[in-house]
């Protein structure tokens, strides 16, 4: 079945250590969108690509990093730089040019301990 | 640039009762309009959404929501609540074009009473 696949559903990490977050798509969509969401504050967007080998900076980018080597992988580096990693991260692309659906990921929850 | 601002945090109803969740956006163009669902540690799922073809846009599991641009709104409604629609929904809007991001509002948590 088509969809979008992120792994681990769930990550604990030290501080001070980097983690990546895995994000496939074999829905042969162009853009692909980190998001992170936190009670209360509904999502914010972290990076998004909307070609392979590009990517532009969202609203709250300091301290992750992605690449985009693929069309079909968008993963999400969480650096020690991130003050507060802490959160539940969604991976999303987009459905077609027509009318931006954007499908998500099942999410990540990130834990710092 | 475009904004969305769902009012209040928490709406709770009786089963069968009507739902009636808030959406007001903000955007310099004609927008698209989208309602997400999501339940407890999973993905956002779409709802419905408004692409201006219709003012009034039916989605899944019997919502349906109002464009109103008079009103910069866009209300989601359901006539019947079910005890499986406890979940927290976004309104979200993106500028029409290809691959236009998607701008959040905070979500409401639905939770419906036996």
């Known amino acids: 079945d088509g969809g979008i696949t992120q792994s681990p559903k769930y990550l604990f990490r030290k501080e001070g250590q980097n983690v990546t977050l895995s994000c496939e798509q074999n829905l042969n969509h162009d853009a692909m969108y980190w998001y992170r969401q936190d009670p209360g504050q509904g999502l914010r967007l972290i990076y998004y690509?909307?070609?392979?080998?590009?990517?532009q900076k969202g609203d709250i980018a300091e301290g992750y990093s992605v690449s985009r080597e693929k069309k079909e992988s968008f993963p999400l580096t969480v650096t020690s730089a991130q003050k507060n990693p802490t959160a539940f991260y969604l991976c999303a692309s987009n459905a077609d040019r027509s009318g931006n659906t954007i499908y998500f990921g099942e999410g990540s929850w990130l834990t710092v301990v | 640039a475009q904004s969305v601002t769902q009012l209040g945090s928490h709406v709770s109803v009786s089963e069968g009762a009507l739902v009636l969740l808030r959406c007001n956006y903000s955007?310099?163009?004609?927008?698209?309009l989208f309602w997400y669902v999501q339940y407890p540690n999973q993905g956002l799922q779409l709802l419905l959404k408004y692409t201006s073809a219709a003012t009034l846009v039916k989605g899944i599991n019997g919502f349906e929501a109002e464009f109103k641009k008079s009103e910069t709104s866009f209300h989601l409604t359901k006539p019947s609540a079910h005890m499986s629609d406890a979940a927290e929904y976004f309104c979200?809007?993106?500028?029409?074009?290809?691959?236009?991001?998607?701008?959040f509002g905070k979500g409401i948590t639905l939770s419906v009473r036996p």
């Open positions: 955007s310099s163009v004609p927008p698209y």
């Open positions: 979200a809007v993106s500028l029409t074009g290809a691959n236009s991001k998607l701008t």
């Open positions: 690509s909307q070609i392979v080998n590009d990517f």
